[in-house]
């Protein structure tokens, strides 16, 4: 959906769910803003039992000029309702009656929907998503500020995106990223939200979950159950236990009957914290984040899908502690689940390996120096994170076949690829991009992409994994690729400490077994 198709109604009424938070105000203030700019007649209300009360909301409304206003109940029905980090008819929202309805949100979609909809379960928060369609509409967000001279509507986005994330600790899609870069918000106001952020009640439930951990001592990890509050405050906790010398990695979660909320911390290189939050919620969630901070939601409803014992629990009580049993097994689980390889000290078992053949392949390549001058450092962004480069002659940015990048140097490139001299033209989930660390500019790299085919005799010998491991390879000793069942452990055949993973559906495209 485009914002651009709800300007066909005149009389709108914005709805976020029951209990707002700051990701609902601010997503909710957005398409407000721009509703009122196209001369609409719009509102932007909550419903259900409680009015809002939490101190960093309130100050967040009156400060940022917020218009929301709270509805208990409506007879009549409204011309067009959009249901904004939420979905209409969820059990989180007490849906006003409308004779058209349309949803944008970021969260799993549980039924059938109306035609007006655009959800991305893979975004962090809903401020993000509204940004990008405002970009689409080529909306420019200084444009829909408020007359205050201040930077209201910004300073909203980003505080959305900042609490939805756990304080962006759970960004995971790029475009999270682009939102938190090239915002312009005040920071003293962020400031001011962050600390009136937790209230005395928050503080107790804070140190009677911390008396209650449970300690791991196998692989230096804690498990801490909380009472239910405030997302932001699992952050606290486990920020707080990690400072602890014998704990690595720190798990804190609360039960609730409509959602789990979890936090996870990593202050080693062998556990990043990101793709432990994926691991966690697979199947039963969505989780993720940073190398070192990341968390994420587990769904009740896929609970009692997965889980007959969580199915069959008579009560909510119930329902907790076999929900704290879960996460204690996925926790054991992804500790023994994987090996891990140091590249450049590790010996390879030759004799269970094949070699294969690089295929003949239309890529394309970007010369770093055609974006921005010798001598910055930029950060690629891709849906895998982001790579540093420093930009140079000699280094060039290679796009795989999946809009995979990754630097190459132009020595390797010579060896490996011939230009087609023409420009490379091709689609991706996401459009990889490239941004300045210096002047926090950000591009996209397929305008300054060629074409290129591969030539030569690249052979590698690899074998299919049957367990989980994690590489560190020879040339990034601080960070890991990890590698599923089913994906491939390679080596170079010119070098046999020159090991990494190439995922199962990449490499099947890309080569082909020695004859």
């Known amino acids: 959906m485009k914002l651009s ?9 914005i709805q976020c769910h029951d209990n707002p938070d700051a990701d609902a105000l601010a997503s909710g203030y957005a398409l407000y803003l721009y509703l009122k700019a196209k001369d609409k007649k719009v509102r932007f209300i909550y419903s259900g039992n409680n009015r809002i009360q939490k101190s960093n909301l309130i100050i967040m409304i009156d400060e940022l000029k917020i218009p929301i206003e709270y509805v208990e109940h409506e007879e009549e029905k409204v011309p067009l309702l959009i249901t904004i980090d939420c979905q209409a008819g969820e059990r989180n929202v007490s849906t006003l009656p409308s004779k058209k309805t349309a949803v944008i949100d970021h969260h799993q979609v549980s039924k059938k929907l109306p035609k007006m909809t655009e959800i991305r379960a893979n975004i962090g928060s809903c401020s993000t998503i509204i ?6 509409e080529g909306v420019d967000i200084e444009s829909l500020e408020p007359v205050y001279g201040r930077k209201l509507l910004g300073t909203a986005l980003f505080y959305g995106l900042y609490t939805d994330t756990n304080s962006l600790s759970e960004i995971s899609h790029p475009l999270d990223r682009d939102l938190r870069d090239s915002i312009n918000y005040e920071r003293a106001m962020i400031n001011r939200l962050q600390n009136a952020n937790i209230s005395l009640d928050e503080l107790k439930i804070t140190g009677l979950a911390i008396l209650g951990y449970e300690y791991y001592d196998s692989h230096r990890y804690v498990i801490v159950s909380a009472d239910p ?3 932001n405050i699992l952050g606290v906790i486990s920020d707080f236990v990690l400072t602890v010398d014998a704990v690595d990695v720190a798990l804190v979660y609360y039960c609730k009957s409509n959602e789990i909320k979890f936090s996870v911390r990593s202050c080693v290189k062998e556990v990043r914290a990101d793709e432990l939050a994926t691991k966690l ?18 769904r009740p409803d896929l609970l009692e899908k ?5 199915r069959l629990a008579n009560s909510q009580a119930h329902k907790n502690r076999v929900t704290e049993e879960i996460m204690r097994e996925r926790m054991q689980h992804y500790f023994n689940s994987y090996d891990i390889i140091y590249s450049d000290k590790y010996k390879l ?17 970007v010369r770093s120096t055609d974006v921005f001058p010798e ?6 962004r891709t849906l895998e994170g982001d790579v540093e480069v420093v930009i140079d002659d000699e280094r060039y940015l290679m796009i795989g076949v999946d809009g995979e990048v990754y630097p190459i140097t132009r020595e390797h490139f010579d060896q490996r690829y011939q230009k087609e001299n023409i420009a490379y033209s091709q689609e991706f989930e996401y459009s990889p991009s490239i941004r300045n ?15 290129c085919v591969s030539i030569g005799k690249v052979e590698i010998y690899a074998k299919k994994l049957r367990r989980g491991v994690k590489v560190f390879t020879k040339w990034e000793k601080e960070k890991y690729s990890s590698g599923e069942v089913g994906d491939y452990l390679v080596c170079r055949s010119t070098d046999l400490h020159d090991i990494y993973i190439i995922k199962e559906d990449i490499f099947e495209k890309i080569y082909e077994k020695n004859q």
């Not at 940004?131 to 689409?136: E, G, I, K, P, R």
């Not at 078992?349 to 390549?365: E, F, I, P, Q």
């Not at 001598?375 to 690629?380: E, F, K, L, S, T």
């Not at 660390?437 to 074409?451: I, N």
């Open 5 to 13: 198709e709800l300007l066909a109604y005149d009389d709108i009424t």
């Open 437 to 451: 660390s210096v002047t926090g500019v950000r591009k996209s790299l397929l305008p300054y992409a060629k074409a």
């Open 229 to 231: 509050c405030d997302p």
């Open 131 to 136: 940004w990008d369609m405002l970009m689409d």
């Open 306 to 310: 997965k889980y007959k014992s969580y």
């Open 349 to 365: 078992d030759m004799s269970k390996m094949n070699m294969y053949r690089k295929k003949t392949l239309h890529v394309g390549y």
């Open 281 to 298: 919620s697979d199947s039963i969630g969505g989780g993720g984040g940073h190398v070192s901070k990341a968390g994420g939601t587990i």
């Open 375 to 380: 001598g910055n450092i930029a950060q690629v």
